[in-house]
C-alpha cells in the first residue's frame, strides 16, 4: 500500500499480440485519462481480454508498449503491475469463501508476515474502511456474503492493496440492476474525486451511458472506434462493435405444444451456500417447447438442473416426468449411466416440430 493516491492515467500504444499466426491484438492504441471511467467495448473474441492481460503483465505483447502518466514503463508480470498500481478485478470472485473479509483482505498483502497480530490488523483495516465509500463486514465469512458485497470486497481488496487504476473484467455480470448501479455509482465517485482510474470491460450499454466517460471499442482485434460516451448514441457503438450489417430474423416456428413432459410441483431444496432454500413454485415442459431459464448467475440455475438431474435432494414438492413421480436420486426415464462417475445422464428424446 504504498503507491500514490493520486489515480494514474494509462496508455497502450500500438498493442499487439499474436500467437503464431493468429493476430489476437492489432496495433491497438487506448489513452485512459487520470481520474477517468472509461468503458472497453467489444463482442466475444474482439480482443479485450487479450488487451488487458497485456497491460497487467499476464502477456508479454509481440508488439506495442504501455505508458503510466505519460511515460513508458515495462510491465514484465504482474508484480511489475502491482508495483505500478495497476489492479484488476475479474469476472468471477477470487475471495476465498471460507475466510472472513478481513482475512481475505489481509492474505492478499506481499508483505503477510508468517504470524498475524489480528488485533493490529483489525485496527488498521478498520481505519482503512473509514476511507472507502462502501462497507462490508469484516468479521463474516465471505461464502455468506451476497453477490453485490462480494464484488465490493474484490473492489476494496484492490484498493487496501494500493491500487489506484482498476480494470473491472465485466463486473455486474452476477449483480442484480441495483447491486450494479450501487457497486459502480461507488466506484464512479472515487474516479470524480480524482482518487480512481477505471477501465470497465462491458456489454451492458446501459452502464455505459450511466457511468462511463469515455469508451474504446474493439472489432475482431482492431481498434474500431472511440470518444466521449456524451457524443455517442447506442445505435453508434453497436456499429462499432459488430459492424453495419443488417440484424438476420429468426426463421418463424411451427406447431403447437403437446402435452406435459416435465412438471416441477412446489419443490424446495438447498442451494450451494447450504444456508438458503431455492423454491420452484411450479415449472411445466410441455412436448415441443424449448423453455428458457433466465435470472443472474447464481440465483439458482445451477441447483435447477442439479435437482432435475437428481443430484440434489428436494425438501418438499415434487417432479413429473410424464406425469410419474421423480424420487430424489431415482434414474429418469430416458437416462443414460456415465460409466466413469456412474450418474445418470438425463435426456428426453427430441421431438420435431
Not at 469515455?214 to 459488430?242: F, H, I, Q, Y
Request: hydrophobic letters at 40%.
Amino acid at each position: 500500500m504504498t503507491q500514490s493516491r493520486k489515480a494514474p492515467s494509462i496508455e497502450t500504444i500500438g498493442m499487439t499480440m499474436r500467437f503464431g499466426d493468429f493476430t489476437a491484438l492489432d496495433n491497438v492504441s487506448m489513452k485512459v485519462r487520470s481520474g477517468s471511467f472509461h468503458a472497453l467495448l467489444g463482442e466475444n473474441g474482439a480482443g479485450k481480454s487479450t488487451l488487458v492481460k497485456c497491460m497487467m503483465g499476464f502477456y508479454a505483447a509481440t508488439d506495442g508498449q504501455v505508458a503510466v502518466n505519460g511515460k513508458e514503463v515495462a510491465i514484465r508480470d504482474p508484480r511489475d503491475a502491482h508495483d505500478l498500481g495497476l489492479g484488476m478485478v475479474y469476472q468471477h470472485f477470487t475471495l476465498v469463501p471460507s475466510l472472513t473479509a478481513a482475512e481475505n483482505l489481509v492474505i492478499a498483502r506481499i508483505d503477510t508476515p508468517a504470524m498475524i497480530d489480528w488485533r493490529r490488523e483489525m485496527k488498521s483495516l478498520e481505519a482503512f474502511m473509514q476511507t472507502m465509500p462502501f462497507i462490508v463486514p469484516l468479521d463474516r465469512r465471505v461464502e455468506s456474503l451476497a453477490a453485490g458485497e462480494k464484488q465490493k470486497l474484490e473492489i476494496l481488496k484492490q484498493l487496501y492493496l494500493g491500487h489506484r487504476f482498476l480494470i473491472l473484467d465485466e463486473p455486474t455480470s452476477v449483480l442484480t440492476p441495483l447491486e450494479a448501479d450501487e457497486v459502480l455509482g461507488h466506484v464512479s465517485a472515487l474516479t470524480k474525486a480524482g482518487e480512481l482510474s477505471v477501465l470497465m470491460i462491458t456489454h451492458k450499454f446501459r452502464e455505459v451511458r450511466a457511468f462511463a466517460d469515455e469508451v474504446t471499442v474493439l472489432r475482431r482485434g482492431k481498434l474500431a472506434g472511440k470518444g466521449p460516451v456524451s457524443d455517442l448514441t447506442n445505435e453508434d457503438m453497436a456499429a462499432m462493435m459488430m459492424g453495419r450489417s443488417e440484424i438476420g430474423t429468426p426463421a418463424p416456428r411451427h406447431g403447437e405444444a403437446g402435452e406435459p413432459v416435465l412438471a416441477i410441483e412446489n419443490a424446495t431444496a438447498l442451494d450451494r451456500s447450504g444456508y438458503k432454500d431455492i423454491h420452484i413454485d411450479g415449472l411445466t415442459v410441455r412436448a415441443g417447447e424449448i423453455v428458457g431459464i433466465a435470472g443472474i448467475s447464481g440465483n439458482g440455475q445451477v441447483e435447477l438442473m442439479e435437482m432435475l438431474t437428481g443430484q440434489r435432494s428436494l425438501k418438499q414438492g415434487r417432479i413429473t416426468v410424464r406425469g410419474r413421480p421423480i424420487a430424489p436420486g431415482a434414474t429418469r426415464p430416458g437416462a443414460t449411466r456415465c460409466a466413469t462417475c456412474r450418474k445418470s445422464l438425463w435426456s428426453m428424446p427430441a421431438r420435431r416440430i
